[in-house]
């Protein structure tokens, strides 16, 4: 058997990520995709749209290959976390939808060039030229950081946990089993002796 090539795996632990964060979404209210549960806003429907349009910025900008259909321009200027919630105007569709148009110009981009090919980071400084196989494995590593917010703003909102299933890479205890591992947890985090 011949062992994939790196371009390959790296695409797929990329959408591995892309997948678990969009999975978070399943199920939920609007109301509970939108609301904020962290004191510094973390909601799931931001973090879909900021990783959109991440995608877009790093695949596009970066390697002089903007979109045929480019992502809504924001405000940064004066709105500064405008990529990280959903605006009233914004459905889930759109957002969804805008995550989906940047994978795809995101593996157009990866398809078509090399893992050497380079690009140039704006926003980097010093340093801010960059390969593919860098953005590559910067994104691979944005994607999962935010997939593991997603699980946690998921966990609050409803217990729900897992990466593409609930419970699929976690032990399968019943809620009371739950419940007691937490306070384990909890009086060890208690009775702690330096």
Not at 114 to 141: R, S, Y
């Amino acid at each position: 058997m011949t062992p994939p090539d790196e371009k390959t795996t790296l695409k797929r632990y990329l959408q591995e990520g892309r997948d678990a964060v969009l999975f978070k979404l399943e199920g939920l209210s609007e109301y509970d995709v939108r609301r904020p549960l962290t004191p510094t806003g973390t909601n799931l429907l931001g973090l879909v749209k900021h990783l959109a349009l991440v995608e877009f910025g790093y695949f596009g900008a970066t390697f002089d290959r903007p979109p045929a259909d480019p992502p809504p321009s924001y405000d940064y200027e004066n709105e500064p976390n405008v990529d990280m919630w959903a605006q009233p105007d914004e459905s889930r569709e759109d957002i969804v939808g805008l995550y989906k148009r940047a994978w795809a110009h995101a593996d157009a981009t990866i398809d078509a060039l090399d893992l050497d090919a380079t690009g140039h980071v704006a926003w980097w400084t010093p340093g801010n030229t960059v390969t593919l196989h860098q953005i590559l494995v910067h994104e691979i590593a944005e994607t999962h950081r935010h997939a593991g917010h997603a699980d946690i703003v998921r966990e609050t909102i409803d217990g729900a946990a897992g990466a593409q299933s609930p419970g699929d890479d976690m032990p399968d205890l019943a809620p009371d089993q739950w419940s007691a591992y937490r306070e384990k947890v909890e009086q060890g985090a208690r009775t702690f002796k330096n």
